[in-house]
């Protein structure tokens, strides 16, 4: 497919149509790109205040690694909601956005995550949407405070906070933008 959408969400042709398998493979790539552009050392637009520092304990880095993971499931999957909302039914939307989770789980499995380790996983993502959510709601501010104290343990750093707002409202208003002129439609 090709790519015209800017910001953290690469650039992207949506064709004027797309199933729900193809949405979800869509946002599941576009999940793993904005995952690793924000891991990225100097790569990404708001990268992560002090990386440098998570490195250096294992135990950390794997719980940011899965954090951020998590977060950009839920980032895609709002704005996924937020594009269709009023104009897809509720169930094509809802099947593309289990194709983007189940697309994102086996590429884990694929790339050596064990299968045991999935389902909590899965039930870790299911928490957290709520959570988000939740934060959302009340206000960006929130979101990046919950965020950060999932990432790193710490709802103080101003910084990671207004990295993780910048991030979300980079990936978020611009997938909805794009998917705006797409019309969901039955495989």
Known sequence: ??????????????????????????LAQLVW???SDFLAQGDAETPLPNIDALHEHEERWNRTVEETLVFFLW???????????????????????????????????????PSSQLPMFEQRVSTRYAEYHQAAA?????????????????????NLIEA?????????????????DVELVEA
């Open 75 to 113: 980032v895609h999957t709002r704005g996924a909601q937020l594009a269709f909302m009023g104009r897809a039914p509720d169930e094509l939307v809802r099947n593309g956005l289990n194709a983007l989770h189940q697309a994102v789980f086996e590429d884990m499995l694929e790339n050596g995550t």
């Open 164 to 180: 993780i707002t910048e991030r979300a409202v980079a990936v978020a208003n611009p997938l909805r933008d794009f998917l705006g």
């Open 33 to 35: 790109e904005s995952f």
């Open 138 to 158: 009340e206000s960006d501010d929130r979101l990046g405070q919950l965020v950060s104290r999932y990432l790193v343990g710490d709802t103080n750093r101003t």
């Open 1 to 26: 497919m090709e790519t015209t959408l800017t910001n953290d969400v690469r650039e992207f042709h949506a064709p004027r149509t797309m199933t729900p398998a193809e949405l979800g493979d869509s």
